[in-house]
Antibody, heavy 116, light 106 residues
Framework: QVQLQESGPGLVRPSETLSLTCTVSGVSINSFFWSWIRQSPGKGLEWIGYSHFSGSHNYNPSLKSRVTMSVDTSNNQFSLKLTSVTAADSAVYYC??????????WGQGTLVTVAS | EIVLTQSPATLSVSPGERATLSCRASQSVSTNLAWYQHKPGQAPRFLIYGASNRAAGIPDRFSGSGSGTEFTLTISSLQSDDFALYYCQQYNTWPTFGQGTKVEIK
């Protein structure tokens, strides 16, 4: 059974970088695609992007200039970095696994607030 | 960006009754549409892909239909565990989600 758990700071200051990690258990990260999704009251669910252990990735065009995702095969983790955050980036952030279009398994989500 | 519009926003249904949820796309997504169930504080659950294919372990009371721009998720006989938020999501282009339909107990 695939399990995913998000971790990272719950509070990030404006203009700084949001960094989150997703720890995967029950399956090798050398499979599937690994995604980040966020949910904010103002924008609903938003797919941020996905990565593959091979190094390929695809980012939401609206966030592409600020997003970096990576896969750490040695620790079975993948990560998200979002730079130059503003209050609009406050959201519950989810990590998930699946294909390049669907999300079969999700973490429970972690709330990130951008505030000074 | 493809916009998905779900209706109704809230659906009040009695246990044992049928629930029909709609999802309309702003342009054709073929059958590249998925459905998810989400309960507060829990991880979302993958229900349907390819508009009509149940994901692994999903009971057959859940069924999906449609193609192009009009899609439906039907729950044939609602059980207490089914009262939740439901989202559609397209993956014909960059993935986008609908705003959700809340299925509540009548």
């Amino acid at each position: 059974q695939v399990q995913l758990q998000e971790s990272g700071p719950g509070l990030v200051r404006p203009s700084e970088t949001l960094s989150l990690t997703c720890t995967v258990s029950g399956v090798s990260i050398n499979s599937f695609f690994w995604s980040w999704i966020r949910q904010s009251p103002g924008k609903g669910l938003e797919w941020i992007g996905y990565s593959h252990f091979s190094g390929s990735h695809n980012y939401n065009p609206s966030l592409k200039s600020r997003v970096t995702m990576s896969v750490d095969t040695s620790n079975n983790q993948f990560s998200l970095k979002l730079t130059s955050v503003t209050a609009a980036d406050s959201a519950v952030y989810y990590c998930a696994s699946g294909g390049s279009g669907t999300l079969a398994d999700w973490g429970q989500g972690t709330l990130v607030t951008v505030a000074s | 960006e493809i916009v998905l519009t779900q209706s109704p926003a809230t659906l009040s249904v009695s246990p044992g009754e049928r629930a029909t949820l709609s999802c309309r796309a702003s342009q054709s997504v073929s059958t590249n549409l998925a459905w998810y169930q989400h309960k507060p504080g829990q991880a979302p659950r993958f229900l349907i892909y390819g508009a009509s294919n149940r994901a692994a372990g999903i009971p057959d009371r859940f069924s999906g239909s449609g193609s192009g721009t009009e899609f439906t998720l039907t729950i044939s006989s609602l059980q207490s565990d089914d009262f939740a938020l439901y989202y559609c999501q397209q993956y014909n282009t960059w993935p986008t989600f609908g705003q959700g339909t809340k299925v509540e107990i009548k």
